[in-house]
């Protein structure tokens, strides 16, 4: 009978403690160590639109951070001399036509002469010559004058690249030399610029995941390009981010970077209670009752989708996590 209901008990309570969760134990895991660096916003191209042409800029039609395409015209240069050359040209070239009328009038009349015997086929060279020459004349100054207007539809500036302005270092009215700058543009993307001091170098690498942010939940990022020329005792590197704003450029943004790996003795941070402003860990005492330890919590790693808190003290390796109301 004994044995009847032994199987019994066996068969009923069987499938209960196979389901058991398994035992949640405090074991030391390797973790990454983060180093908290600030990185600036900065725009990939940074080109200025310069002026093409000396004069007095009479419209600047963007200021900073307005949004520009590439080949949108932001400023207007007027230099009047322009103007007074082409007069000048397109009085010369007024003239040439004048004399080219006279030179082909006089060609006819020679021919005229020639078919009657009056006048000899050597002046009529000449004459065909005298054409010909102003006619190419006239082509040359109209392509003086063609320089001309070129040059003065040269005092339009152009934006280089699609982006923001980021910085307009002149107003209306000012006299501009060629090749000054009229506005900074910014373009091809943002990304974040790190300084990162030169003992950490050999912990970055392109490609590298870090975290946009302090904590573990941060917005993710890549590391796209490490700079071989170390500069005041620090590495530069360049973060991609997508989606990254770019409302404010130069702007401070913490980011965490990984500069190692170490050995930590971690636990659920879900076991941690919080009383008194003391923090306590319910574990399987020596005689398998629970009993509650103080401990010193560190850093929280997230590993494998579960937070883990760091226990700097008050627990030891293999230690079996209970609850406190077992």
Request: a negative charge.
């Amino acid at each position: 009978m004994r044995t009847f209901i032994l199987a019994t008990a066996l068969a009923v309570l069987g499938p209960v403690l196979g389901s058991a969760a398994p035992e949640q134990v405090a074991e030391w895991r390797e973790v990454t160590e983060w180093k908290a660096v600030f990185g600036r916003v900065e725009a990939r191209d940074l080109i200025p639109a310069r002026s093409r042409i000396g004069g007095t800029l009479v419209s600047v039609d963007v200021t900073e951070g307005s949004t520009v395409t590439e080949g949108q015209q932001i400023a207007d240069i007027y230099d009047p001399k322009l103007n007074l050359q082409l007069d000048s040209v397109q009085g010369q070239v007024d003239a040439l036509l004048s004399q080219l009328e006279n030179a082909k009038t006089e060609l006819k009349r020679g021919e005229d002469l020639l078919e009657r015997g009056v006048t000899t086929a050597q002046r009529l060279d000449a004459l065909r010559t005298q054409v010909e020459v102003l006619q190419n004349q006239i082509e040359a100054t109209r392509a003086q004058k063609r320089v001309i207007e070129q040059q003065a539809a040269e005092g339009a500036v152009l934006a280089p690249i699609a982006g923001k302005v980021i910085d307009v270092p002149v107003t209306r009215g000012a006299v501009v030399m060629p090749g000054e700058v009229i506005a900074q543009i910014g373009g091809g993307g943002f990304f974040l610029r790190l300084a990162v001091p030169e003992r950490h170098a050999g912990y970055l690498r392109e490609g590298l995941e870090i975290r946009i942010g302090a904590d573990g939940q941060s917005q993710p990022g890549r590391l796209a390009k490490v700079y071989p020329q170390i500069e005041n005792g620090r590495v530069i590197a360049d973060v991609e981010v997508e989606g990254m704003s770019s409302e404010f450029v130069n702007a401070r943004v913490l980011v965490s970077l990984p500069v190692g790996r170490r050995m930590a003795l971690l636990v659920p941070a879900e076991r941690v209670e919080t009383r008194m402003g003391l923090d306590f860990i319910t574990v399987r005492g020596p005689g398998g009752d629970p009993v509650d330890r103080a401990v010193v919590v560190g850093e929280t790693h997230p590993v494998d989708g579960t937070l883990m808190a760091e226990i700097l003290s008050g627990l030891a390796a293999g230690d079996v996590l209970v609850d406190s109301h077992e």
